[in-house]
T-cell receptor
Framework: GENVEQHPSTLSVQEGDSAVIKCTYS??????FPWYKQELGKGPQLIID?????GEKKDQRIAVTLNKTAKHFSLHITETQPEDSAVYFC???????????FGKGTRLSVIA | GAGVSQSPSNKVTEKGKDVELRCDPI?????LYWYRQSLGQGLEFLIY????????KSGLPSDRFSAERTGGSVSTLTIQRTQQEDSAVYLC????????????FGPGTRLTVL
């Protein structure tokens, strides 16, 4: 089955700097890769996703890149703000009726 | 519009008691998922319902865990004879169709077993 590894587990950046979180997956059949943000006491919220027919996707300060050959994908947050502080999860799945497989999360702290 | 709702938000129980956790998915969503999140950990898949198909129970950790989905909408996760290791946040998510993949999560139920 699919296995998703996520690094780093914690990340501290200065406000205004960029943050990068990386994930690798094992199942070459996976073709959908969402990223979720979880704030304290809340459920995860989808912030961006990418499918395997594209290599990069951007939404304002957030971008995701995908390298299918190497089986890894990354989340990039530019111009970080204190409100970006949260736990971020990557996930992967294939196109069948299979559940998302999540990484263990990255706790991002943006220091003002 | 209304998102996924879960109740109760917090549940404290004694070891050995049964608990029921409820999930109301987004209206019209055919797929419903339950996950467990232990302290500082990622999301562990438990069970998945898709329309009228038999549920995928492959993630349930033991036969003390069960779930049902009535009328293709509301779902209840039941944990029998709770153990301290069952303490976690239980998250529910729904999606319009499984193949579209975008899952929307509820706020979770924090279960504490004393």
């Amino acid at each position: 089955g699919e296995n998703v590894e996520q690094h780093p587990s914690t990340l501290s950046v200065q406000e205004g700097d960029s943050a990068v979180i990386k994930c690798t997956y094992s199942d070459s059949a996976s073709n959908y890769f969402p990223w979720y943000k979880q704030e304290l006491g809340k459920g995860p919220q989808l912030i961006i996703d990418i499918r395997s027919n594209v290599g990069e996707k951007k939404d304002q300060r957030i971008a995701v890149t995908l390298n299918k050959t190497a089986k890894h994908f990354s989340l990039h947050i530019t111009e970080t703000q204190p409100e970006d502080s949260a736990v971020y999860f990557c996930a992967a799945k294939d196109s069948g009726n299979t559940p998302l497989v999540f990484g263990k999360g990255t706790r991002l702290s943006v220091i003002a | 519009g209304a998102g996924v709702s879960q109740s109760p938000s917090n549940k404290v129980t004694e070891k050995g008691k049964d608990v029921e956790l409820r999930c109301d998915p987004i209206s019209g969503h055919t797929a419903l998922y339950w996950y467990r999140q232990s302290l500082g950990q990622g999301l562990e898949f438990l069970i998945y319902f898709q329309g009228n198909s038999a549920p995928d129970k492959s993630g349930l950790p033991s036969d003390r865990f069960s779930a049902e989905r009535t009328g293709g909408s509301v779902s209840t996760l039941t944990i029998q004879r709770t153990q301290q290791e069952d303490s976690a946040v239980y998250l529910c998510a729904s999606s319009f169709l499984a193949v579209t993949d975008t899952q929307y999560f509820g706020p979770g139920t924090r279960l504490t077993v004393l």
